[in-house]
């Protein structure tokens, strides 16, 4: 069985949970409050800023060119393409450009993307790809389910997040990040491969506390 197999068989229940939280479910059906997106709006540029440099570490740590281009690539369509929507969904929902670069991140989003950053920064490429990949996997799994729902992708506020996250681009990325991983985890030892499973299992994790933490716009004690 490939890694990426076996990891996506394993981590199905908490996909699941993923897939029904109410703040997905909210965006699905048209019903979230458009506070609490405003709100995952801008701790999601900030996760992106760490993300592009987990894309950026990829390049360092990559072997071959090829890899390095692709990586490269993904760090340029991240900064300059998922985030300029970002900034498109900011002013619609009237975040100044000003309060976007003063935002801090909440509990919940510096410890994912620190976690993130720490895997990727102090282990092999393939840590790095199991730190990175729940992200673009899950999410393009949940943009393509979105998209099933009839109405969804032409929401006027949460359309464009639908037609993004399932649109084939986040599809190709997706799949590029799986097959890299089942390349560099061919003929690893049960304990190198139990090590990544644990990584992708914390991402995904927080893949959901993410959700849950929009959903609640939970920030600092004391500073709500
Ligand atoms: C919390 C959080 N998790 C995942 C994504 C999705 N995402 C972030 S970077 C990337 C790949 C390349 O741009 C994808 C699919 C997000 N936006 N926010």
Redesign the pocket.
């Known amino acids: 069985m490939k890694f990426s197999e076996r990891l996506h068989k394993k981590l199905q229940p908490i996909w699941r949970q993923n897939h029904n939280h109410p703040f997905v479910k909210g965006i699905g059906d048209g019903t979230l409050d458009q506070r609490k997106f405003r709100f995952y709006m801008i701790?999601?540029y900030l996760?992106?800023i760490d993300?592009?440099k987990v894309?950026a570490l990829g390049a360092v740590k990559a072997n071959d060119v090829e890899t390095m281009g692709k990586f490269a690539s993904?760090l340029n369509?991240?900064l300059n393409?998922?985030?300029s929507l970002?900034r498109q969904y900011a002013a619609r929902f009237g975040i100044s450009e000003e309060e976007l670069e003063q935002a801090k991140p909440s509990p919940i989003?510096l410890a994912?993307t620190h976690y993130m950053l720490h895997a990727s920064q102090n282990g092999t490429l393939a840590e790095l790809i199991s730190a990175?990949l729940?992200?673009?996997?899950?999410?393009?799994e949940i943009g393509k389910e979105l998209n099933e729902i009839p109405g969804a992708s032409e929401h006027e506020l949460y359309g464009d997040w639908v037609k993004m996250?399932s649109s084939k681009e986040?599809g190709e990325?997706?799949t590029w990040c799986i097959e890299l991983l089942d390349e560099h985890t061919t003929g690893k030892s049960e304990k190198e491969l139990a090590r990544l499973e644990e990584i992708f299992l914390n991402t995904t994790r927080?893949?959901y506390m993410?959700?849950d933490m929009a959903y609640n716009e939970q920030m600092w004690p004391g500073d709500e």
């Open positions: 701790q999601d996760y992106l993300y592009s894309f993904l369509s991240t393409f998922e985030m970002h989003t994912y990175l729940p992200c673009a996997w899950s999410y393009w996250y986040f990325l997706a927080y893949e993410f959700w």
